[in-house]
């Protein structure tokens, strides 16, 4: 299998090193990058993480065979709005976004006859960001998501399963609504508790945070992702998100009650079954 | 500087590592373990960590002259009274315990003539438990928090000090009182929600824990965490664990808020604060 012309839509950290992931197994001839910043797209094209550049979408995406969006997610329709209008019959578009649901069929409303869109969100990158780190082997031995649809075209699929299973990744087909209610909880929700973790630090005392361990450190790393990426997410994928964190303020205000009543022994409970569950995973 | 006979009462990760650094930099001659477990004390001696070991607590600190305890801090008072009666003159006892505050003041008020108290928290040991990861380096480079008051002696102190710095660690003096609102913070609230993030994936569904990436893995790897020191450490910092939940509480809310308003910009705005203050204390 081979693409003649990929164009990469957000030339960031995932981007980039899908694009470098494509170069390494040779599944493409040439790649295009797209994005709002000239002095990024200059220097990936230095790092040959593309071959030319364009700032106008349109363009970027003309004659393209394979299209990836790995612009923060609110972006998707607006940039599908400006090139749907000038895509190649043939053409796969795909993503690698963290939400899915809705968004997934309003992406597949906008394809033209004869273009195709399919669904992705590879567990990679955490909360780095840039095309610094980027590199092909991200994706060795993570999970990626792939969301089809009853609309969604076997043949293209097929192709884009073939593409990640070729870098290394582990696929695993989930219904894009079921993929929203699962992310929503093992990712959305970390996310914006470590954001609000480190703003109760800079509300009590920001001086605090010299005194922090490894356990800070580890439970808040994911707060230094980016603010644009998880913004879009939690924005559009809101109603999981929002009935996970009353589920998560059920669980911590259970654990205050045991703790303002002095209840040793229901505190321990609970501190026993989140460690079973989180023992089962592994330690890394 | 020297120490005849050091008694650990709680041979675990760092009660043990304690053990192998006063060893490493010939800071004793003698090492008795005790606890509740013969089959850990058995170990610990097979292992060399320790020299001898009694499981009653007074009769392995009988001719002691540094005594570290390094049990889950709920069992310090109650092990003090067992021992208080038969302590030798001039002995120091310290601890390695995530609480002080009041607690200092009662270990303090139970010492007899001529016997010191001096509190101890080294910042080491993160989810591990166990005396097979255990070892003389972890305290390096690690900030240990030293609590004196306006009775503890200067003396001891002193001793107390040249320990941890041979030791490799970063000592730093704190009030008790301040040092739990700070840890309250830091670490105990991280600590309670970790727990409380991995029960909410419970309450959904626990087969979502297998989609979980380095972002879930890295912030709730404390919840592996032993849930009897952890049950201990909450109810003795109550007050100010209690307070932190309730600033932590506002930040999630407002987060909610802007999620359900589908306020973009107030959102990045949080999120942006967080980064800042994150990724001032480095990316470890």
């Known amino acids: 299998m081979h693409f003649n012309k990929l164009t990469i839509v957000g030339v960031g950290l995932i981007g980039a090193s899908f694009a470098l992931a494509m170069r390494k197994y040779k599944l493409c001839d040439f790649i295009t ?43 998707f329709l607006e940039i599908v709005r400006k090139i749907q209008g000038s895509l190649k019959k043939g053409c796969i578009l795909t993503d690698v976004g963290s939400v899915k649901g809705r968004l997934v069929n309003e992406m597949e409303a906008l394809m033209p006859e004869g ?16 095309i610094e780190t980027a590199r092909a082997e991200i994706f060795i031995e993570a999970k990626c998501i792939i969301t089809p649809t009853e609309r969604t075209s076997k043949d293209a699929l097929d192709k884009i399963i073939y593409i990640w299973k070729t870098f290394g990744s582990i696929v695993e087909l989930i219904d894009p609504e079921e993929h929203d209610r699962i992310y929503a909880a093992v990712s959305h929700l970390p996310h914006l508790i470590a954001y609000a973790i480190v703003n109760t630090i800079g509300d009590l005392d920001s001086s605090y945070l010299r005194f922090a361990g490894q356990g800070f450190m580890g439970t808040t790393r994911i707060a230094s992702s980016s603010p644009e990426l998880w913004r879009d997410i939690c924005i559009l994928n809101k109603d999981n998100l929002l ?38 995973i592994g330690q890394n």
Chains 1, 2 share one sequence.
Do not use: W
């Not at 000239?38 to 393209?64: T, V, W």
């Not at 996970?244 to 501190?271: A, M, Q, V």
């Open 33 to 75: 990058g797209n994005g709002r910043s000239i002095e990024n797209l200059k220097k990936a094209k230095e790092m040959r993480i593309i071959d030319s550049f364009e700032l106008d979408p349109q363009k970027a995406c003309d004659g393209s065979d394979l299209i990836l969006f790995a612009t923060p997610v609110g972006s």
């Open 115 to 130: 273009v195709y869109f399919i669904g992705g969100h590879p567990i990679a990158g955490s909360n780095r960001s840039g």
């Open 243 to 280: 009935s996970t964190i009353d589920i998560f303020r059920s669980n911590l205000d259970r654990l205050g009650k045991y703790i303002k009543d002095l209840d040793s022994r229901s505190l321990e409970k609970e501190f026993n079954k989140a460690r079973r569950l989180r023992e089962g």
